[in-house]
C-alpha cells in the first residue's frame, strides 16, 4: 500500500490524505475528496470498483449516501438521532432510542437492543436472532451468548468458543487452535490497523488464508473468505449484526454512524455524538469509540501518563508530580487510582477533567473525592476540580495559584479554550458560525456585554500566519467592523482589533 498527499487528481496540502494505492502490485487506486471542514466526501477506487458520495448536516450527521453509484439514500434525523433512511438500497425502518440515546429498535436490522448501566448492548434480538453480552464492571467485554455461534468468552486476548480456546490474539496476528496445538496466522494492517491480507506457512511457503478491502467508512468487501473477524481498525465484526465492537458502543458501518453518543461527547461540543472519525475515516481513527481526537488526554489512565500542564485548559492550576515518581512513591495508591479512574470513566464522570497533582498530593473533584472516599489511604482534596462533572464544592481556601493567561499550551483545544477566557469569550458558548481555510480555523460568537447588547468576538486558529512563521496559535479578540461590515485579512477571516487581542501558543 502507498499513500499520497499533495499528488493525484485531488491533491492535498493539509496532511489528509489524497489517494492510496493498494492491492497487487499497487493496481488499485482510491482518490479522496473533503469538504471545507475536511469531511470525507467522495472515495473512489479505480481496479477493484468502489465508491462512496457523502454529504453532512451542519452537526456533521451524514445527510446522504451513495455507494458504488447506487440511489442515494437520504438520512432523516430527529436532533441528532437518526429517524430513518429513504431511498436506495440503504433504506430503512424507522429506528427507536432510551433516554441517553442509545437505540433501542435499529431500524436497518429490525433488532431490538437493550443496554446495561453503562450504556453497552446487553441484549439484541429478532426473528430468528437472540444475543446477550456480559460485561465487568468497567465494561470490559467477558462473553456473549449466540443462538447462532453459541458461547464466546473473552479472557484477555485468548477467545473461547462453547468453552473451548479458539484462538490466542498476539501482536502479529492470532495462534488458532487446531486439536490441541496451535498454528499461527499472520496479518498484514494498513495505517488505520484494518487488516487486509491473512495468512500462514504452509510447506515453507506463503498461503493466504483470507483477504478484505474496506470502502471508506469501513463496509467490508470481501475477496477472499476466512474466519477472522477482527477486521476494520482491528475490531470485532459481530456476524449476526454487521457491527463492529470497539468497546465502548458498536459502529454500523454501512450507514456510517454509531448506535450510541460517545461518553465522551462533550469534547466533540461542535460534532453530532454520533459522528464516525469526525467524518475523516481515512486520515483518524477511533480506538475504544470514545473521542476519536488524536491523543485525547481523556483516555489514559491518570498515572499513565500525566502531562506538565491540564491538557485541556479547563482546570485550575498546575501538575507538579510526574506519572513516575508517584508511582515509584506509592505503587498501592497508584493501583486503586488507575482501578478508581476505569470505573469512573466508564460511568461517565471524566476524571481526567477533574483530577490534578498539586505539590505531590493527589486533588480531585467532588465525585470523584466521594467515591475515593473509602480509600483512607489517598491524599484528602486541596481544591477545586475541573468544569463540568465532578466539580468542587470545597469551602476551604483554594490553595491553587492561577495565571491570568498561559502563553503556551500542550494542545490546539487547551490553546482555543485559554484564548477564548482570556478575551472573556465564555467556552461554554456555541460559535454563531464556523470554516477553516489554508491557515487555519475561526469561531465566531456574539457576546453578551454588561450594558444589555452583544459584540462579535472571534478566535482564529493561525497555523499559517507569516508574522509567526513556525508558531502555531490561537487569536481571540473582538471583530473589527467597519460602517457595520466585518473587516477580513487575506485569509477571509475577520481581523481582530489590536486592544486586549490574546495569543496562546500550542
Given at each position: 500500500?502507498e499513500?499520497?498527499?499533495?499528488?493525484?487528481t485531488?491533491?492535498?496540502?493539509n496532511?489528509n490524505i489524497?489517494?492510496?494505492?493498494?492491492?497487487s502490485?499497487?493496481?488499485?487506486?482510491?482518490?479522496?475528496q473533503y469538504?471545507k471542514l475536511?469531511?470525507l466526501?467522495h472515495?473512489?477506487?479505480t481496479g477493484?470498483?468502489?465508491?462512496?458520495?457523502?454529504t453532512y448536516?451542519?452537526?456533521?450527521?451524514i445527510?446522504?449516501?451513495?455507494r458504488?453509484?447506487?440511489?442515494?439514500g437520504v438520512?432523516?434525523?430527529?436532533?441528532?438521532?437518526?429517524?430513518y433512511?429513504?431511498d436506495?438500497p440503504?433504506a430503512?425502518?424507522?429506528?427507536?432510542?432510551?433516554?441517553?440515546g442509545?437505540a433501542?429498535?435499529?431500524?436497518?436490522?429490525?433488532?431490538?437492543?437493550?443496554y446495561?448501566?453503562?450504556n453497552l448492548?446487553?441484549?439484541a434480538a429478532?426473528?430468528?436472532?437472540?444475543?446477550?453480552y456480559?460485561y465487568?464492571a468497567?465494561?470490559?467485554?467477558?462473553?456473549?451468548v449466540?443462538?447462532?455461534?453459541?458461547t464466546?468468552?473473552?479472557?484477555?486476548?485468548?477467545?473461547y468458543?462453547n468453552?473451548?480456546?479458539?484462538?490466542i490474539?498476539?501482536?502479529e496476528?492470532r495462534a488458532?487452535?487446531?486439536?490441541?496445538?496451535?498454528k499461527?496466522e499472520y496479518?498484514?494492517s494498513d495505517?488505520?490497523g484494518?487488516v487486509?491480507?491473512?495468512?500462514?506457512?504452509?510447506?515453507?511457503?506463503?498461503?493466504?488464508?483470507q483477504?478484505?478491502?474496506?470502502y471508506?467508512?469501513?463496509l467490508?468487501?470481501?475477496n477472499t473468505?476466512?474466519?477472522?473477524?477482527?477486521?476494520?481498525?482491528g475490531?470485532?465484526?459481530?456476524d449476526?449484526?454487521?457491527q463492529?465492537?470497539y468497546?465502548?458502543r458498536?459502529?454500523d458501518?454501512v450507514?456510517g454512524?454509531?448506535?450510541?453518543v460517545d461518553p465522551?461527547?462533550?469534547?466533540s461540543f461542535?460534532l453530532?455524538?454520533?459522528?464516525y472519525?469526525?467524518?475523516?475515516?481515512?486520515n483518524?481513527?477511533?480506538?475504544?469509540?470514545?473521542?476519536?481526537?488524536?491523543n485525547c488526554?481523556h483516555k489514559?489512565k491518570l498515572?499513565?501518563r500525566?502531562?506538565?500542564?491540564?491538557?485541556?485548559?479547563?482546570?485550575i492550576?498546575f501538575?507538579?508530580s510526574s506519572t513516575?515518581?508517584y508511582?515509584?512513591?506509592s505503587?498501592?495508591?497508584a493501583?486503586i487510582?488507575?482501578?478508581?479512574?476505569?470505573?469512573?470513566?466508564?460511568?461517565?464522570?471524566?476524571?481526567?477533567?477533574?483530577a490534578y497533582?498539586?505539590?505531590?498530593?493527589?486533588?480531585?473533584?467532588?465525585?470523584?473525592?466521594?467515591?475515593?472516599?473509602?480509600?483512607?489511604i489517598?491524599?484528602?482534596?486541596l481544591?477545586?476540580g475541573?468544569?463540568?462533572k465532578?466539580?468542587?464544592s470545597?469551602?476551604g481556601?483554594?490553595v491553587?495559584?492561577e495565571e491570568i493567561s498561559?502563553?503556551?499550551a500542550n494542545t490546539?483545544?487547551a490553546a482555543?479554550?485559554?484564548?477564548?477566557?482570556?478575551?472573556?469569550i465564555p467556552t461554554?458558548?456555541?460559535p454563531t458560525?464556523?470554516?477553516?481555510n489554508a491557515?487555519g480555523?475561526e469561531?465566531?460568537?456574539d457576546?453578551?456585554?454588561s450594558?444589555g447588547?452583544?459584540s462579535?468576538k472571534?478566535?482564529q486558529?493561525?497555523?499559517?500566519?507569516?508574522s509567526?512563521?513556525?508558531m502555531?496559535?490561537?487569536?481571540?479578540?473582538?471583530?473589527?467592523?467597519?460602517?457595520?461590515t466585518v473587516?477580513?485579512?487575506?485569509?477571509?477571516r475577520?481581523k481582530l482589533?489590536?486592544k486586549?487581542?490574546?495569543k496562546?501558543?500550542?
Amino acid at each position: 500500500m502507498e499513500l499520497g498527499y499533495e499528488t493525484g487528481t485531488y491533491p492535498q496540502y493539509n496532511g489528509n490524505i489524497a489517494n492510496q494505492k493498494w492491492g497487487s502490485s499497487l493496481g488499485n487506486v482510491f482518490t479522496y475528496q473533503y469538504d471545507k471542514l475536511d469531511r470525507l466526501t467522495h472515495g473512489n477506487s479505480t481496479g477493484t470498483a468502489m465508491s462512496e458520495v457523502l454529504t453532512y448536516d451542519v452537526m456533521g450527521n451524514i445527510a446522504s449516501l451513495s455507494r458504488d453509484g447506487a440511489t442515494t439514500g437520504v438520512y432523516h434525523y430527529l436532533g441528532n438521532r437518526l429517524n430513518y433512511i429513504i431511498d436506495g438500497p440503504l433504506a430503512t425502518n424507522s429506528y427507536a432510542y432510551d433516554n441517553n440515546g442509545n437505540a433501542t429498535l435499529d431500524g436497518r436490522l429490525a433488532t431490538y437492543f437493550s443496554y446495561n448501566h453503562l450504556n453497552l448492548p446487553a441484549t439484541a434480538a429478532k426473528s430468528g436472532l437472540s444475543l446477550a453480552y456480559t460485561y465487568d464492571a468497567t465494561g470490559q467485554k467477558l462473553k456473549k451468548v449466540s443462538n447462532i455461534t453459541g458461547t464466546t468468552d473473552y479472557v484477555d486476548g485468548i477467545q473461547y468458543t462453547n468453552g473451548t480456546i479458539d484462538f490466542i490474539q498476539i501482536e502479529e496476528g492470532r495462534a488458532v487452535n487446531s486439536s490441541g496445538s496451535y498454528k499461527y496466522e499472520y496479518n498484514l494492517s494498513d495505517h488505520l490497523g484494518n487488516v487486509r491480507y491473512s495468512f500462514d506457512i504452509y510447506n515453507g511457503a506463503v498461503r493466504k488464508l483470507q483477504g478484505d478491502d474496506y470502502y471508506a467508512f469501513g463496509l467490508r468487501y470481501n475477496n477472499t473468505a476466512g474466519t477472522n473477524n477482527y477486521l476494520y481498525n482491528g475490531k470485532e465484526l459481530q456476524d449476526e449484526l454487521g457491527q463492529y465492537d470497539y468497546g465502548a458502543r458498536f459502529y454500523d458501518p454501512v450507514i456510517g454512524r454509531w448506535n450510541s453518543v460517545d461518553p465522551l461527547a462533550d469534547h466533540s461540543f461542535d460534532l453530532t455524538s454520533y459522528h464516525y472519525c469526525s467524518n475523516n475515516p481515512i486520515n483518524r481513527l477511533d480506538p475504544d469509540g470514545r473521542c476519536d481526537k488524536p491523543n485525547c488526554p481523556h483516555k489514559f489512565k491518570l498515572t499513565d501518563r500525566l502531562p506538565e500542564k491540564d491538557p485541556d485548559g479547563d482546570q485550575i492550576g498546575f501538575i507538579k508530580s510526574s506519572t513516575e515518581n508517584y508511582r515509584s512513591s506509592s505503587p498501592v495508591k497508584a493501583a486503586i487510582l488507575d482501578l478508581s479512574f476505569d470505573v469512573l470513566n466508564a460511568l461517565g464522570f471524566n476524571t481526567l477533567d477533574n483530577a490534578y497533582y498539586k505539590e505531590g498530593k493527589l486533588t480531585t473533584g467532588e465525585k470523584v473525592s466521594v467515591s475515593l472516599a473509602v480509600l483512607t489511604i489517598l491524599d484528602p482534596p486541596l481544591g477545586r476540580g475541573g468544569r463540568g462533572k465532578g466539580k468542587s464544592s470545597a469551602s476551604g481556601p483554594v490553595v491553587i495559584k492561577e495565571e491570568i493567561s498561559v502563553p503556551t499550551a500542550n494542545t490546539s483545544r487547551a490553546a482555543r479554550r485559554q484564548a477564548m477566557r482570556d478575551s472573556g469569550i465564555p467556552t461554554s458558548q456555541q460559535p454563531t458560525s464556523q470554516h477553516s481555510n489554508a491557515s487555519g480555523k475561526e469561531y465566531r460568537y456574539d457576546v453578551p456585554e454588561s450594558w444589555g447588547g452583544t459584540s462579535q468576538k472571534s478566535v482564529q486558529q493561525q497555523t499559517m500566519d507569516s508574522s509567526h512563521p513556525g508558531m502555531p496559535h490561537w487569536e481571540a479578540g473582538k471583530v473589527k467592523t467597519e460602517n457595520g461590515t466585518v473587516r477580513t485579512n487575506n485569509y477571509g477571516r475577520a481581523k481582530l482589533e489590536n486592544k486586549n487581542k490574546t495569543k496562546v501558543n500550542y
